[in-house]
T-cell receptor
Framework: SQKIEQNSEALNIQEGKTATLTCNYT??????LQWYRQDPGRGPVFLLL?????KEKRKERLKVTFDTTLKQSLFHITASQPADSATYLC???????????FGAGTRLTVKP | DAEITQSPRHKITETGRQVTLACHQT?????MFWYRQDLGHGLRLIHY???????NKGEVSDGYSVSRSNTEDLPLTLESAASSQTSVYFC????????????FGPGTRLTVL
């Protein structure tokens, strides 16, 4: 069966460090992958998209990698700040179907 | 500014009642989606629409229905609410299919007693 796993339910790091979140998938042929941020009581907000043929994408302090051999995406936040504390969701769209499937999310806490 | 709104934001109902959750977007997006979010499961797709009169079932569609009579609205109906449908419901829209970001509403917290 198809699975999307974000392997840490919660991640605590110190301000200024780099946060690395992982998204693993099985039985997917992903066309592309997206990362979203969700704050408590709010809907998810889009951050970055990376396509199957792209290895890496950057946006300000954010970096996403996509390894289709390992079936994994890594999401990095450099120079993390307490304001980065939120839940981060990965989502895949595969070639086989058009709908987007989400992982359960990783709750990141950045401590001052 | 364009936006996506959901109403009500909170709803308590009883088992067996019909409930309709509203979703309205002013981006003129063709695509609209309904998800439910539960602890440990993340977001799961209920129904989606690629345009007026188009509706499709998602991963967890049993017990839910949608209709799309105009571009702006995609109401979600629970025909006979069950306690298992207690959840937070999110509506989203996107301009196109494929590699377009989705814009999410603020969510509706539904409790079925």
């Amino acid at each position: 069966s198809q699975k999307i796993e974000q392997n840490s339910e919660a991640l605590n790091i110190q301000e200024g460090k780099t946060a690395t979140l992982t998204c693993n998938y099985t039985n997917y042929s992903p066309a592309y992958l997206q990362w979203y941020r969700q704050d408590p009581g709010r809907g998810p907000v889009f951050l970055l998209l990376i396509r199957e043929n792209e290895k890496e994408k950057r946006k300000e302090r954010l970096k996403v990698t996509f390894d289709t051999t390992l079936k994994q995406s890594l999401f990095h936040i450099t120079a993390s700040q307490p304001a980065d504390s939120a839940t981060y969701l990965c989502a895949l769209v595969s070639y086989n179907n058009n709908d987007m499937r989400f992982g359960a999310g990783t709750r990141l806490t950045v401590k001052p | 500014d364009a936006e996506i709104t959901q109403s009500p934001r909170h709803k308590i109902t009883e088992t067996g009642r019909q409930v309709t959750l509203a979703c309205h977007q002013t981006w003129n997006h063709n695509n609209m989606f309904w998800y439910r979010q539960d602890l440990g499961h993340g977001l799961r797709l209920i129904h989606y629409s690629y345009g007026v009169q188009d509706t499709n079932k998602g991963e967890v569609s049993d017990g839910y229905s949608v209709s799309r009579s105009n571009t702006e609205d995609l109401p979600l109906t629970l025909e006979s609410a069950a306690s298992s449908q207690t959840s937070v419901y999110f509506c989203a829209s996107s301009e196109h299919s494929g590699d377009n970001e989705q814009f999410f509403g603020p969510g509706t917290r539904l409790t079925v007693l």
